[in-house]
């Protein structure tokens, strides 16, 4: 046995010789890249990014790559993904020591690379970190303003300006919106009443102010060191606590089992003590201005008396610009991006043009073996050469050639390159044949059976899918523009029907309708989805194969998109 057990040990010694030895052989660019991909590969999966060990695994092989090759080319980009996959797990863990590291990083990045090209990104990264997590808009501003000095013609440049303006003088608030009411300044801001209701699904919690305030709401998970709940915060900056505010308050209601107030010098947090982590949605109103926190009472739990009212769609033919926008309300403030018109009079609005489908998802199919992926994609190409051409903007495509892209990938992708329009481009289809038209969606959960039938066909998923669908789109109703959204709907479709009537025959304007469509969700711009014609209908598919027909059709969008952004003063 000792014989053996010798012999083992020896193997066993020999195989991690020839491992590390191995592992060693690899050159600089091929450790590199090993490490990189190991990054790449976990962005794709958001199951695994679930899991603090998989994000060591990429740190780890990153760090090892920077300590032996500190002065290699590839040296700053290692420590440029090290500072993203840290922000990238604090929007996992909302663990502020992650946020912290990922500053580290990139202040490392910008400190002993002053030079390499991403040196100003670092310097850009590290601000929205102080600005949007830490809240720490000194730093932030001091950040921006070495990008300006240090780099007034680097890519970084826009944006820092931007990230200024938004910062205050004064280390008081942190602007959450981007459309907001002015601030009156006279009197002393100050939280004037706490008060908490439950009903058969959620507690609505209203936190009720003298004058509005810029805010930020977060959450965090229970934790076994100091055995605390899971908890869910707003902070409210530059308010003070009135004095008839109590400091606790006992719920056990629902999910919430106690509110409680403190305060420090920047702000006045309001603490909701939880059961569990569940679904929220936080609202501001005005006159009187509060905001207004729901808590379901379990992770199932659908808001029915949730605000804004989810609207049936609109009967079809029967929808004007006016009408669609009368439905919409308007004193809810959007806490996503806009397209801003101080920065974009002098640069380029950014749009995204989406090609539906794709790869071994043919979606709908016409006669003679019409595939919709194929038109949507020559349409699309059609539209970003004309918008290019005739509004000066910059478009970006989703796909470019016959390729399959998640759904979840597309608007994400108009988030990374921080779009100012996504616009995603179909052909429709029935079992009726002799169903046809044109029609245009924005977001929104419909009740209309017709809407449903649509985007569970465009979603790849059966209607009791769909069902469930309406659980994740309560999540994204606070974030959705909504309001935007339906205006650059309304313009499109009038424009494009308009447009095409007066060459074709037998144009039918089916109206703008709100439906629960996965490529729109998660775009954090205005977003819509054109049902271009019915490749179903015998007439409107051969349309769709005309090249002319397809020009006619990019013209008509143009205008749509061109009257839009007129309105909202971005074009001249």
């Known amino acids: 046995m000792t014989l053996i057990f010798r012999y083992a040990l020896v193997l066993s010694l ?25 990054y790449i590969a976990l962005s794709k999966n958001s199951t695994k990014q679930q899991y603090r060990h998989h994000w060591d695994k990429v740190l780890s092989g990153l760090q090892r790559f920077t300590q032996r090759y500190p002065y290699h080319d590839k040296a700053p980009s290692a420590y440029y ?12 863990s909302r663990v502020k020591k992650d946020a912290r590291l990922a500053i580290k990083h990139y202040q490392y990045l910008s400190s002993h690379y002053r030079k390499d090209s991403l040196a100003d990104d670092a310097l ?29 013609k680097g890519d970084m440049i826009t944006k820092a300006h931007h990230l200024l303006k938004q910062l205050p003088k004064k280390q008081l608030t942190r602007l959450v919106a981007r459309k907001r009411s002015p601030v009156v300044s006279t009197g002393s801001l100050r939280v004037t009443e706490v008060r908490h209701w439950s009903g ?76 569990e982590l569940t679904r929220y949605n936080v609202l501001e109103l005005q006159d009187p201005p509060r905001i207004v926190i729901d808590i379901a009472r379990h992770k199932g739990a659908v808001f029915k008396t949730n605000y804004p009212q989810i609207q049936s769609a609109p009967k079809v033919g029967k929808l004007n610009i006016a009408s669609v926008l009368d439905q919409v309300t308007t004193d809810q403030p959007m ?40 038109v949507v994609l020559k349409l699309a190409k059609k539209l970003a050469s004309r918008l290019r051409s005739k509004l000066k903007c910059e478009v970006l495509l989703t796909r470019k050639r016959d390729v399959y892209i998640p759904l979840h990938q597309r608007t994400a992708y108009a988030n990374e390159v921080d779009a100012d329009l996504f616009i995603s481009i179909h052909a429709n289809a029935s079992t009726n044949k002799k169903a046809h038209g044109i029609e245009t969606y924005y977001l929104n959960f419909s009740k209309n059976d017709k809407a449903v039938a649509v985007a569970a066909r465009e979603n790849s998923m059966s209607l009791q899918e769909m069902g469930d669908l309406e659980l994740i789109l309560f999540d994204m109703m606070a974030n ?50 054109v049902e271009v014609a019915f490749i179903s209908n015998k007439q409107e598919a051969k349309r769709l194969r005309s090249g002319v027909y397809l020009n006619r059709t990019a013209d008509g969008i143009v205008v749509g998109v061109k009257r839009y952004l007129h309105a909202q003063k971005l074009l001249k």
């Open 335 to 374: 806490r996503i991006h806009l397209p801003d018109i101080a920065t974009k009079t002098k640069g380029k609005i950014r749009i995204v043009v989406d090609a539906g489908h794709g790869g071994k998802d043919p979606g709908a199919v016409g006669s003679k073996k019409l595939y919709e992926k194929d």
């Open 14 to 38: 020999f195989f991690c010789a020839v491992t590390t030895h191995a592992g060693s052989s690899l050159s600089p660019n091929n450790e590199y890249r090993a490490a990189r991909a190991t």
């Open 124 to 152: 850009y990264l590290q601000a929205e970190i102080e600005f949007n997590i830490l809240n720490d808009f000194a730093i932030a501003r001091k950040h921006c303003e070495m990008i300006v000095q240090r780099y007034p």
């Open 200 to 275: 058969d699904h959620h507690t609505r919690v209203v936190i009720e102010l003298n004058r509005q305030t810029p805010f930020k709401v977060n959450t965090l998970s229970s934790s076994k060191k100091d055995n605390s709940s899971p908890r869910l915060y707003i902070d409210l900056f530059g308010a003070k606590k009135g004095k008839k505010v109590p400091l606790a308050q006992v719920v056990n209601q629902g999910v919430v089992k106690k509110i409680r107030v403190g305060v420090n010098p920047k702000a006045t947090r309001v603490v909701c003590d939880l059961k």
């Open 480 to 529: 959705a523009k909504i309001n935007e959204s339906s205006r650059l709907a309304a313009e499109i479709q009038t424009a494009l029907t308009s447009s095409l009537k007066r060459r074709y025959s037998n144009v039918k304007d089916l109206g703008v309708r709100q439906g629960p469509f996965h490529v729109l969700l998660g775009a954090t711009m205005p977003s819509v989805l």
């Open 81 to 92: 993904l090290l500072g993203k996959a840290c922000r990238q797990l604090y929007g996992v």
